[in-house]
C-alpha cells in the first residue's frame, strides 16, 4: 500500500475520532445547561418571571447550537450517558444468536457469539424483545475511507440510547493493531458505535460492508451473512444524500421488525 494511501486512512480516523470528542463535549454542555435552566426554574419561584424569560432565551439559543451539532452528517458513534442498569443476563452464555432485522431494503441478519460477547448479545436480544428497534432508521452512512452503516439510534441523529451502557468485549478479535493505530474490520463486520470513551456503547451499532481501518476500540460482536452484506453493500453503492461522504443514506434504511433467536 502506498504511504499517501495510508496517510488518507490515518487521516480519516483522526477526523473519526476528533468528531467522536466533539459530540461527546456537545452533549456534556446541552447537560450543563439542563442544569442551570433547572436553577433558573426555581429561582423563578422567587424572584418572579421576568428571571425565567431571560434564561429561557438563553437556553434556546444554546439548545439550538446543540441540535444542528447533533444533526451534523458526521459518522460519530455517540451514545446518551447511562443512568439506568444494563438488562439482567438471561441468555445462554455458550450459545450462539441471529438477529434478524427486516428493512426497508431487504433482510439483514447477522450471527453472535454470546460466549465472545455475553453482555452485548444479552442487551440486543433484551432490546429487541422490547420491539426497540422497531422503526428506527439506520441514520448514518459512510462512503469515504471508512466504510460504514449506522444503526440503533431511536432519535435518528446519532445521540439516542437505552439510558444505559455496557462494557467493551471481544477487542483482541481482530488481532494487534498496526503502527497507525487501527485493525482491519473485515466486510461484513458488526460492531457497537460507543462515544470514544472506554464501556461507553449503548443501542448504536454499525454494519461494516467493505475492509475498514479503525482503532481496536469498537466491540466487534456480529457477523453478516453473505445476502445481508449484500442489501448494505447496496446501500453503500448508493451513497449519501446530497453526495457527501458521510450522512444519511440515499437508500433509507428503516428497520420495520427486529428479533434475536437463540440458533
Do not use: W
Not at 451514545?79 to 445462554?92: F, G, L, R
Not at 432490546?127 to 440503533?152: E, P, S, W
Amino acid at each position: 500500500m502506498s504511504s499517501s494511501e495510508q496517510r488518507r486512512r490515518q487521516l480519516a480516523r483522526e477526523k473519526f475520532e476528533r468528531q467522536q470528542k466533539r459530540r461527546e463535549e456537545a452533549r456534556r454542555r446541552t447537560r450543563r445547561i439542563t442544569a442551570i435552566v433547572a436553577a433558573s426554574v426555581a429561582v423563578v419561584a422567587v424572584v418572579g418571571v421576568s428571571a425565567f424569560m431571560l434564561s429561557g432565551k438563553d437556553d434556546d439559543k444554546d439548545g439550538k447550537s446543540e441540535a444542528a451539532a447533533s444533526q451534523s452528517p458526521e459518522p460519530t458513534p455517540s451514545e446518551t450517558e447511562s443512568k439506568a442498569p444494563e438488562p439482567p443476563m438471561t441468555i445462554d452464555k455458550k450459545a450462539a444468536y441471529t438477529m434478524s432485522l427486516g428493512t426497508s431494503q431487504g433482510d439483514i441478519a447477522f450471527a453472535m457469539d454470546a460466549s465472545k460477547t455475553p453482555h452485548t448479545t444479552n442487551s440486543f436480544k433484551a432490546l429487541a424483545d422490547k420491539g426497540y428497534f422497531d422503526g428506527t432508521k439506520c441514520h448514518r452512512l459512510t462512503t469515504q475511507n471508512i466504510y460504514v452503516l449506522q444503526c440503533g439510534d431511536p432519535k435518528g441523529d446519532g445521540t439516542g440510547g437505552p439510558g444505559y451502557n455496557i462494557p467493551d468485549e471481544n477487542l483482541t478479535a481482530l488481532g494487534k493493531a498496526g503502527d497507525d493505530g487501527a485493525v482491519t474490520f473485515p466486510a461484513g463486520t458488526v460492531a457497537m458505535a460507543n462515544t470514544g470513551q472506554p464501556n461507553s456503547g449503548g443501542s448504536q451499532f454499525f454494519l461494516v460492508y467493505k475492509d475498514t481501518k479503525l482503532p481496536p476500540t469498537y466491540t466487534p460482536f456480529g457477523k453478516l451473512d453473505k445476502e445481508s452484506l449484500k442489501v448494505v453493500e447496496t446501500v453503500g453503492a448508493a451513497g449519501v444524500e446530497g453526495g457527501a461522504g458521510d450522512g444519511a443514506p440515499k437508500k433509507a434504511v428503516e428497520i420495520k421488525k427486529a428479533a434475536v433467536e437463540k440458533d
